[in-house]
């Protein structure tokens, strides 16, 4: 998985049962990046304070286009969008490890990655979101052109269902159909057969 630098939060996309308020804070370092963070600046840095606006629910943040403009792996990837850039972690999910510099990665680690470049690199999506994970990043489903993307990689045997914690208000039920009947395919990494490796077990063993 991609760590994210920052803590990188997108404003208006508040998804949950209650509407709190989080304020945003946006400054740019000696190298002209500009970077967004829900806790504030590092110190000495002069930070822009961003007021967020309450959203009105999950129907209100679906509408929301982001382009996605980068591609980490089989379940990361980056988005653009309201003048936000920002790592997106596919909740639901979990894709062969690429590996990173240090090991090989997983076997189709590399065809995850690559399907999900052609499903929506360089495309508008729309994000449902669902907090925040591990490494701050932003978790959500995404759809393109009314396509659940987290479901289709599960379909196309480049990612399991991820074997940890869900969100409370996402419905795990179509994504362990969907698992369960790429499985019996064989399709992906599951025509690994006995050899296959849980993304999950893999980094115990490969740690960073």
């Known amino acids: 998985m991609h760590p994210a630098i920052q803590i990188l939060v997108p404003v208006l996309l508040v998804l949950g049962v209650s509407q709190a308020r989080c304020d945003v804070y946006s400054w740019t370092d000696e190298n002209g990046i500009r970077h967004f963070s829900n806790v504030s600046s590092p110190q000495g840095k002069k930070a822009t304070q961003i007021r967020e606006s309450v959203s009105s629910g999950p ?12 591609v980490f792996d089989g379940d990361t990837v980056q988005v653009q969008g309201q003048d936000l850039e920002f790592i997106i972690r596919m909740v639901a999910i979990d894709a062969p490890e690429t590996g990173g510099s240090k090991n090989k990665g997983q076997p189709y ?6 399907v999900l470049k052609q499903l929506i690199q360089g495309k508008k999506v729309r994000l449902k979101q669902y907090g925040t994970g591990g490494y701050n990043r932003i978790l959500a489903e995404i759809f393109s052109q009314g396509i659940n993307i987290n479901l289709a990689m599960v379909r196309q045997g480049l990612a399991e269902v991820y074997r940890g914690r869900l969100p409370e208000h996402l419905d795990p039920g179509p994504y362990k159909k969907a698992e369960a009947d790429a499985r019996r395919r064989n399709a992906g990494m599951w025509s690994q057969g006995k050899t296959y490796k849980s993304p999950k077990t893999w980094r115990k063993e490969n740690p960073r």
Do not use: I, P, R
Not at 59 to 70: E, G, P
Not at 109 to 114: L, P, T
């Open 59 to 70: 129907k209100k943040a679906d509408t929301s286009n982001f382009l996605v403009t980068k």
């Open 109 to 114: 680690s590399q065809e995850a990655k690559n």
